[in-house]
């Protein structure tokens, strides 16, 4: 079994930044693409942002220049790096990664809530 654990969620005031982490443990073979989705109440999970294998990297238009995924490949980890909050970033945020064997993957999810 695979797991993809969260964290660094919480409140931040209009304007800040938080950072999200995600760690796969288990047994993995490997990992092609890992990303984050969002999704807040009463609308669908959307992507954020994700990274490719090579490093190669996908963002929503409404994050662009304001967060920034990476990865550790040698530890499993992605990250999301998020700047510049707004109220509309608002939403339960979603690690997802492609595992081989196993398949898309996802977290628990971890709530990012953006208020003054």
């Known amino acids: 079994q695979v797991q993809l654990v969260e964290s660094g969620g919480g409140l931040v005031q209009p304007g800040g930044s938080l950072r999200l982490s995600c760690a796969a443990s288990g047994r993995i073979f490997g990992i092609s693409a890992m990303g984050w989705y969002r999704q807040a109440p009463g609308k669908q999970r959307e992507l954020v942002a994700a990274i490719s294998s090579d490093g190669g990297t996908n963002y929503a238009d409404s994050v662009k220049g304001r967060f920034t995924v990476s990865r550790d490949k040698s530890k499993n980890t992605v990250d999301l790096q998020m700047n510049s909050l707004k109220p509309e970033d608002t939403a339960v945020y979603y690690c997802?990664?492609?595992?081989?064997?196993?398949?898309?993957?996802w977290g628990q999810g971890t709530q990012v809530t953006v208020s003054s």
């Open positions: 997802q990664a492609d595992l081989v064997f196993w398949g898309p993957t």
